[in-house]
């Protein structure tokens, strides 16, 4: 399963496993045994952040594995509270330490944080992570167009990609645009919506997963796969992660994916990064 992954190059050259395996609210003491079993499912790109509490039992997963370090890519983020202390350096190496596997693949700022106003400054720190070697990439996680922008235009290092809320009832479709013409990959976070709606509510996923012996959240995840998105679903299960990656012996048609194109609602169901201002 694991060779089936397609990888994407990223703007600051490593390549990522398309489809991750998320961990945000699995609890600590479940994560090291949740992402060991995602590892021996066959995922190779484990995404975390310091916010979730649980880098070290990631770190402890990966490191029992038997893997090669090189052969799975990680990702964390800088916690707001961090990052609105201005411990940008202190909660990066103690994300390094907690997860204690040498490197990070990508590190990303996690919420712009708009009001606080710090994250160009915070960028320019990452900058120096990315130069010294310690993470392969570096990016940026709900950011909207004008906070790109402003990043862009106040430092030199364009973000490898930005990990949003992005699924068919979100679908990002300006940010996407932009984002593509300035080399910055999309990520999806809640790529099966987060629960926010029944995954069995869309009309057109329903009919292709009909069509193709697949369920719902499978179409969902092959939709992103088509459109060039980078997903990390989450699942507790073991049942769920092997569905969640059983999803390259199949391909929607041009007219599925445009049926699933036209199910946008048009607005994000979770919070705007602009109300995010704190923890
Ligand atoms: N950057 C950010 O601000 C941000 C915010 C949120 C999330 N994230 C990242 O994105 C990852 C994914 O987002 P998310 O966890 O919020 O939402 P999600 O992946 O869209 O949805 C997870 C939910 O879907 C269920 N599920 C998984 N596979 C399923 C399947 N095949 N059939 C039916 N239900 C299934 C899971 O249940 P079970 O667990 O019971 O299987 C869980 O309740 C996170 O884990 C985290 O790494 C980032």
Known sequence: MTDLVPRIALNQGPLIPQLGFGVFLVDPAMTQKTVESALEVGYRHIDTATGYNNEAQVGAAIR?????????????????????????????????????????????????MPLVGYYVEAWKLFEGF???????????????IPHLQRLMAE?????????????????QKELRAFQDQHGIKAEAWAPLGQGRYPLDSIPAINAAAAAHGKTPAQVMLRWHMQEGIIAIPK?????????????????????????????????????????????
């Open 130 to 144: 990315l130069a010294e070697g310690t993470t392969r990439a570096i990016g940026v996680s709900n950011f909207k």
């Open 64 to 112: 029992a594995s038997g893997l090669k370090r090189e052969d799975i890519f990680v990702t964390t983020k800088l916690r707001n509270d961090h990052h609105k202390a201005r411990d940008i350096k202190g909660a990066y190496q103690r994300s390094l330490d907690a997860l204690d596997i040498g490197y990070l693949d990508l590190y990303l700022i996690h919420w712009p």
């Open 235 to 279: 699942a507790n299960s073991r049942e769920h992660q092997a569905a969640n990656l059983d999803i390259f012996d199949f391909e929607l048609t041009p007219a599925e994916m445009a049926a699933i194109q036209a199910a946008d609602g048009g607005h994000r169901l979770a919070v705007d990064p602009d109300d995010v201002n704190s923890d």
């Open 155 to 171: 430092t030199s290092v364009v973000p490898a990609l930005n990990q949003v809320e992005l699924h068919p009832v979100w679908q």
